[in-house]
């Protein structure tokens, strides 16, 4: 074998090939240039939403306060993928070491695990909002809002910070992924020793998560659409289109998120790549470029903060 195969052979056992960023390269130039338009769009857009809560006094509530959560939460998740893959599309690199595709996976999977239990803590806090109106600004306080934040974030990020020492903890057989970032599930798959305490683990944290999730946002919005048959048209309408808004969001991220836990779950590889990895990046792309215009822009009080603050922002640049 030359020196030169010898250090190809090398590189490749250092690395992951991401065979999906293979797979964009005869239109890479046009990919990088709409994967960066996107990220400015989420990145502004949410900046701008994270701002006008934090300096507006009048938005200092729960509800606004799970808005600038869920909001800040899609803008680290953005920052944990496109940058990268934009990076890759400019440069044609295909690669990334074992140490940063564990990172991405840690970032990642801490975000998708964290916007499902945001999108938790909001159903519930809309429960209360609703059902028990009168005890709402007891029951839920700023201060306990910050906690279920914190709580829940931390409860994410160990969850995947130990799948993610059980997976470095593997040995690699294979160094490609059918994909354009690292999920925890195709370095499973690309591992030749035991991986069943991975799989398990990865199984019951998955779906002990899916299911608190969707009982606790069924049971809530179910509690609501019933009292809304007891209150006032107008009162009713406003509720149902909360309801509907925070469930377009959250089907939005769920079909995403779980095409890739399905994908390889139940062996469904018959996809052609471009196909897998358009549905795996749902979850990273959508929720975070919607959410802004979904719980923000169409969020009345907080719409109009937004609006004052650029207007000051626009007579500042004229001074």
Request: glycine fraction near 4%; charge should be positive.
């Given at each position: 074998?030359?020196?030169?195969?010898?250090?190809?052979?090398?590189?490749?056992?250092?690395?992951?090939?991401?065979?999906?960023?293979?797979?964009?390269?005869e239109?890479?130039y046009?990919?990088?240039?709409?994967?960066?338009?996107?990220?400015?769009?989420?990145?502004?857009?949410?900046?701008?939403i994270?701002?006008?809560?934090?300096?507006?006094e009048?938005l200092?509530?729960?509800?606004?306060?799970?808005?600038?959560?869920?909001?800040?939460?899609?803008m680290?998740?953005?920052?944990s993928?496109?940058?990268?893959l934009?990076?890759?599309?400019l440069t044609?690199?295909?690669?990334?070491s074992?140490?940063?595709?564990?990172?991405?996976?840690l970032?990642?999977?801490?975000?998708?695990?964290?916007?499902?239990?945001?999108?938790?803590?909001?159903?519930?806090?809309?429960?209360?909002a609703?059902c028990?109106?009168?005890r709402?600004?007891?029951?839920?306080?700023?201060?306990?809002?910050?906690?279920?934040?914190?709580?829940?974030?931390?409860?994410?990020?160990?969850?995947i910070?130990?799948a993610v020492?059980?997976?470095?903890?593997?040995?690699y057989?294979g160094?490609?992924?059918?994909?354009?970032?690292?999920?925890?599930?195709?370095?499973?798959v690309?591992?030749?020793?035991?991986?069943?305490?991975?799989n398990?683990?990865?199984?019951?944290?998955?779906?002990?998560?899916?299911?608190?999730?969707?009982?606790?946002?069924?049971?809530?919005?179910?509690?609501?659409?019933?009292?809304?048959?007891?209150?006032?048209?107008?009162?009713?309408?406003k509720?149902?289109?909360?309801?509907?808004?925070?469930?377009?969001g959250?089907?939005?991220?769920?079909?995403?998120?779980?095409?890739?836990?399905?994908?390889?779950?139940?062996?469904?590889?018959?996809?052609?790549l471009?196909?897998?990895?358009?549905?795996?990046?749902?979850?990273?792309?959508?929720?975070?470029?919607?959410?802004?215009?979904i719980?923000?822009?169409?969020t009345?009080?907080?719409?109009?903060?937004?609006?004052?603050?650029?207007?000051?922002?626009?007579?500042?640049?004229?001074?």
């Open positions: 074998m030359s020196r030169k195969s010898m250090e190809n052979a090398s590189s490749v056992s250092r690395n992951f090939v991401l065979l999906g960023i293979v797979e964009m390269e239109l890479s046009l990919y990088c240039i709409l994967s960066l338009f996107i990220y400015i769009f989420i990145m502004v857009l949410s900046l701008e994270v701002l006008v809560v934090l300096t507006e009048s200092h509530e729960p509800m606004y306060i799970f808005i600038c959560n869920l909001t800040f939460n899609g680290l998740g953005s920052s993928f496109f940058p990268k934009i990076i890759d599309l044609s690199s295909h690669q990334i074992h140490v940063g595709c564990f990172l991405q996976v970032a990642m999977m801490t975000y998708a695990f964290f916007e499902l239990s945001s999108f938790t803590i909001m159903a519930y806090d809309r429960y209360l609703v028990d109106p009168l709402y600004v007891t029951k839920m306080t700023n201060a306990k809002a910050i906690k279920l934040i914190l709580g829940f974030f931390a409860y994410s990020f160990i969850n910070l130990v020492i059980l997976s470095s903890r593997l040995t057989c160094s490609q992924i059918k994909n354009i970032f690292c999920d925890n599930l195709s370095l499973i690309l591992s030749c020793g035991d991986s069943s305490v991975n398990v683990y990865g199984a019951l944290s998955t779906v002990t998560l899916l299911v608190f999730t969707l009982l606790i946002t069924a049971y809530s919005y179910l509690k609501n659409f019933m009292v809304c048959l007891k209150i006032s048209k107008e009162a009713c309408e509720a149902i289109h909360t309801l509907i808004t925070h469930l377009l959250f089907s939005i991220f769920l079909v995403g998120g779980m095409f890739i836990f399905i994908r390889f779950r139940l062996g469904n590889n018959n996809l052609p471009f196909s897998q990895v358009l549905l795996s990046v749902t979850f990273i792309v959508f929720p975070p470029l919607l959410n802004p215009l719980y923000g822009i169409r009345k009080a907080l719409r109009v903060k937004i609006f004052q603050h650029l207007h000051k922002i626009r007579i500042i640049s004229k001074l």
